[in-house]
């Protein structure tokens, strides 16, 4: 069975930076597609980037892009989000999304698309 277990979330100062990790156990297929999503209290989820063999590293949310990094460790088979320069509206909680399937780049930011999640981790981000 696939578990999905994200870490190192925190509270900060704006303009502080945080690493997310999710340890991912059960499968080491790396032809996995693999995303973080984030939810901010009182609104819908939404995805900030996704990671795979075929389209790389992609950007869901133009508001994190050139501050949030996805990587992957296929060694630990472990994901990241290097997030730095955090900023209020980064706050919410985060979670960890893979697809053992192939998805269209069209889709690969759609929430519906993954069906495997982790229970998230919380992110502070103070002004």
Same mark, same amino acid.
């Not at 499968?27 to 075929?54: C, K, L, P």
């Given at each position: 069975?696939?578990?999905?277990?994200?870490s #190192? !979330?925190?509270?900060?100062q704006? #303009?502080? *930076?945080?690493?997310?990790?999710?340890?991912?156990?059960?499968?080491? $297929? @790396?032809?996995?597609?693999?995303? &973080?999503?984030?939810?901010?209290? %009182?609104?819908?989820?939404?995805?900030?980037?996704? =990671? *795979? =063999?075929?389209? %790389? @590293?992609?950007?869901?949310?133009?508001?994190?892009?050139?501050?949030?990094?996805?990587?992957?460790? @296929?060694?630990? @088979?472990?994901?990241?989000?290097?997030?730095?320069?955090?900023?209020?509206?980064?706050?919410?909680?985060?979670?960890?999304?893979?697809?053992?399937?192939?998805?269209? *780049?069209?889709?690969?930011? $759609?929430?519906?698309?993954?069906?495997? &999640? !982790?229970? #998230?981790t919380?992110?502070?981000? *103070?002004?």
């Amino acid at each position: 069975q696939v578990h999905l277990v994200e870490s #190192g !979330g925190g509270a900060v100062q704006a #303009g502080g *930076s945080l690493r997310l990790s999710c340890a991912v156990s059960g499968y080491t $297929d @790396n032809h996995y597609y693999m995303a &973080w999503f984030r939810q901010a209290a %009182g609104s819908e989820r939404e995805a900030v980037a996704v =990671i *795979s =063999i075929r389209d %790389g @590293n992609f950007y869901c949310t133009e508001a994190v892009k050139g501050r949030f990094t996805i990587t992957k460790d @296929n060694d630990k @088979n472990t994901l990241y989000l290097q997030m730095s320069s955090l900023k209020p509206e980064d706050a919410g909680v985060y979670y960890c999304a893979a697809q053992p399937y192939e998805i269209s *780049s069209l889709r690969q930011c $759609d929430e519906g698309e993954y069906n495997l &999640w !982790g229970r #998230g981790t919380q992110v502070t981000v *103070s002004s």
